[in-house]
């Protein structure tokens, strides 16, 4: 069977306001409809849910379950009809935010804290991929924004820049390399270096590799400041993450004479072909005051990207 929402309303209608009549006038019905749809619904349903012999009409047990659960889906009906209403406002359904795992994420959580908070109807999913990844599962999927520390230039694409960010070679205070005062590129290469990476096509887009034969590719940022502070080996960090470790000795910086310091600026990008809806509009808003956490070192001869 279908249920039908108007008949919902008109059952919830006489029990909120006392009788058909009542309810027909604050409805804005006529009276024999109230009753027709309540007498429909009923005959579908197969159960009494009105009692109407008395003076006062009076809920029936089986209509008492069925109201509660009725007034469920009227709720939920006016929630469709609100997000209808939104979505003709100008708010897109989806948002799909791509991020590079190297690039802060408390900005951006911050900014979807905030759509959240505003009760923006669109849904919101943030991607994290690395390197060639990023733009790669911004394309497949069609996502909506990237946030970017490097990507391929296209026609249909724009972007904007994000507050400048350093990256530093870092390797654990128990590990051999720490306690060098030099240490050049064969000396580096006697070591394991450590990655963030989840495919070969990624791996193929790092530029800052140093061709070690012993590597460890880790999940994620967090996991390989983890194996550095262990002693597993020696790799590039963005320096939001670990400059309290390198100020209290956890982490230091690998005296490399190829530079141990390299300085990029993220882009935020978004498409040409398809312009944002509200959500995303929003969202870019947010980025731009957003308060951005430690990304620049001290002042020091920064490693020139490859």
Known sequence: MKLDLKAVEAL??????????RAAKRLHRVQSSISHQIGNMERQLGVRLLDRDGHRVRLTPAGEGVLAEGRR????????????????EGWEPQLLIVIDGIVPLDPALAAVRTLTTEGVPTRIQVSVEFLRGVQTRFENDRGDLMLAADYMPNTYLQDEALPEMDCVLCVGQSHPLAKASTVSLSE????????????????????????CE???????FQTKREALVMGVGFGWMPFHLVWEDLRSARLRELPYVGGARYRFTPRLVHRL????????????????????????LPQKRHRKRR
């Open 12 to 21: 919830d209608g006489v029990v909120r306001y006392g009788g058909f009549g």
């Open 73 to 88: 889906l009227l709720v939920q009906a006016e929630r469709v009809r609100s997000v209808a209403r939104q979505f003709l």
């Open 188 to 211: 580096l290469q006697d070591h394991v270096e450590l990655s963030v990476q989840r495919s070969s096509e990624e791996q193929e887009g790092d530029r800052h590799l140093f061709g």
């Open 214 to 220: 012993r590597r460890v590719y880790l999940p994620s």
């Open 273 to 296: 072909d398809r312009p944002l809806g509200r959500a995303g509009v929003r969202f870019v808003e947010l980025m731009r005051s957003s308060a951005w956490p430690h990304v620049i």
